[in-house]
T-cell receptor
Framework: SQQGEEDPQALSIQEGENATMNCSYKTSINNLQWYRQNSGRGLVHLILIRSNEREKHSGRLRVTLDTSKKSSSLLITASRAADTASYFCATPYGATNKLIFGTGTLLAVQP | DAGVIQSPRHEVTEMGQEVTLRCKPISGHNSLFWYRQTMMRGLELLIYFNNNVPIDDSGMPEDRFSAKMPNASFSTLKIQPSEPRDSAVYFC???????????FGEGSRLTVL
């Protein structure tokens, strides 16, 4: 399947540190998206990076995309306790461009 | 805009009962998705509508599941009869364009006893 794999599955850091999460996917894509999910809530879109982009920034978020390696990374700088959540990558797949989500990284930021 | 609205937020029912989950997408969005989330299987896409037409229902688990979108502002996901293994959080999401970012509702947590 096209499902992405996030790495690591879980990450625990101290407030102020940087957090890096990785996503690998299997087939060619036209974009890759990152989402956040707080416990008990719906997913929230963070950032979309197109296949012709290598890096994108949004506030404390930095996303990179390496289409040759079929991988992406999400960096959260100067983390805060409020960043504690699960983070998912997602890619449009197939002729219908349905959005398929990866397995997620659970990030815990300790105050 | 109020965002994607799902109801009910929580549903507890007994095996064999019919369950209907409802979704109101964001006005103007032409794509609507139903996902199911469990610890074991993660986020699974069940069905995807574009302009009210089902485009991809390959993720619908079996005939007990059905989804409709009678108009641009309303969709339902029905399970009949429900089984304990259907227990999950069901999310509805809408998007303004094919392949674009999704806007999720808060989900409907279903427990089938």
């Amino acid at each position: 399947s096209q499902q992405g794999e996030e790495d690591p599955q879980a990450l625990s850091i101290q407030e102020g540190e940087n957090a890096t999460m990785n996503c690998s996917y299997k087939t060619s894509i036209n974009n890759l998206q990152w989402y956040r999910q707080n416990s008990g809530r719906g997913l929230v879109h963070l950032i979309l990076i197109r296949s012709n982009e290598r890096e994108k920034h949004s506030g404390r978020l930095r996303v990179t995309l390496d289409t040759s390696k079929k991988s992406s990374s999400l960096l959260i700088t100067a983390s805060r306790a409020a960043d504690t959540a699960s983070y998912f990558c997602a890619t449009p797949y197939g002729a219908t461009n349905k959005l398929i989500f990866g397995t997620g990284t659970l990030l815990a930021v300790q105050p | 805009d109020a965002g994607v609205i799902q109801s009910p937020r929580h549903e507890v029912t007994e095996m064999g009962q019919e369950v209907t989950l409802r979704c109101k997408p964001i006005s103007g969005h032409n794509s609507l998705f139903w996902y199911r989330q469990t610890m074991m299987r993660g986020l699974e896409l069940l069905i995807y509508f574009n302009n009210n037409v089902p485009i991809d229902d390959s993720g619908m688990p079996e005939d007990r599941f059905s989804a409709k979108m009678p108009n641009a502002s309303f969709s339902t996901l029905k399970i009949q009869p429900s089984e304990p293994r259907d227990s999950a959080v069901y999310f509805c999401a809408s998007s303004p364009r094919t392949g674009g970012e999704l806007f999720f509702g808060e989900g409907s947590r279903l427990t089938v006893l």
